[in-house]
């Protein structure tokens, strides 16, 4: 017999360490009552680094997915993009029979940044390869509406030049310098109240993002800035959700 509420965390990629660099993000929500089971795709690209690589992930993905969808009462996709395996996920039978949740990161974290800024505040995203600029802004405006007043409080999006990959393993000083010169950027184009971190192997990089603010900001206002780790939110969501009958 299993769990009685259980959370599958899908990593679409097949780099199982970034899988492993997740847990301690969602052991740390402290839901003890619920199970979170992971999940690494069993082939296809290390990093997902473009759209191309997101589509491409889906074919190594689902097959394997497909036997396990019964066992589980929420799924977290967890690849800071618009992700096709959400609305997949969204559209398979046993999903929609059972009402289970699904979400993906990036989702999760725009709806929370939304959330807990101040409605002069704006949110922005700053994330790995220049290439993910256009794509999560043109993301975030599909996401909440062309013209709407939500989009008016999207920053926008800087990247550090990176892979998901070179995040952990290109020098540490490295990625810190790209980090907080990524985070200062994104700190000048407007009043922002949450960053995202833009990519599922950011994870526990809050401690750089904090200290870019506060160099950028000073001591009070960079302390008043709040980082939104996707992974948390999203799992903290359908938390949430799958208490809840909708």
């Not at 995040?167 to 922002?192: F, S, T, W």
């Not at 833009?198 to 990089?205: H, Q, T, V």
């Not at 904090?210 to 903290?236: H, K, N, P, T, W």
Request: charged share 25%; with cysteine; glycine share 8%.
């Amino acid at each position: 017999m299993r769990e009685a509420r259980s959370i599958l965390i899908i990593n679409p990629n097949s780099t199982e360490s970034m899988t492993n660099g997740l847990k301690p993000l969602v052991d740390a929500l402290h839901f003890k009552d619920t199970a979170h089971k992971y999940f690494t795709a069993p082939s296809g690209p290390k990093s997902i680094n473009d759209e191309d690589d997101a589509v491409e992930s889906v074919k190594h993905c689902l097959p394997a997915l497909e036997s396990v969808l019964a066992h589980h009462d929420g799924y977290l996709v967890a690849c800071y993009s618009k992700h096709p395996l959400v609305p997949i996920l969204k559209g398979q039978s046993v999903i929609q029979q059972g009402q289970k949740p699904v979400t993906g990161i990036f989702e999760a974290s725009v709806s929370t940044s939304l959330q807990i800024i101040h409605p002069d505040e704006q949110f922005g995203i700053v994330s790995t390869g220049k290439v993910w600029e256009k794509i999560l802004s043109e993301a975030v405006v599909d996401f909440l509406g062309t013209g709407s007043e939500a989009s008016k409080r999207f920053a926008g999006v800087e990247t550090t030049g990176l892979t998901a990959t070179d995040l952990h393993d290109a020098p540490a000083e490295e990625v810190r310098k790209r980090m907080k010169d990524a985070v200062k950027r994104l700190l000048k184009k407007g009043r922002v109240g949450a960053i995202c971190l833009g990519c599922a192997g950011m994870a526990g990089m809050n401690e750089m993002v904090r200290e870019a603010c506060v160099e950028e900001l000073g001591e009070v206002e960079g302390s008043r800035v709040r980082i939104v780790d996707g992974v948390q939110a999203g799992v903290a969501w359908l938390e949430g959700a799958v208490r809840s009958e909708f």
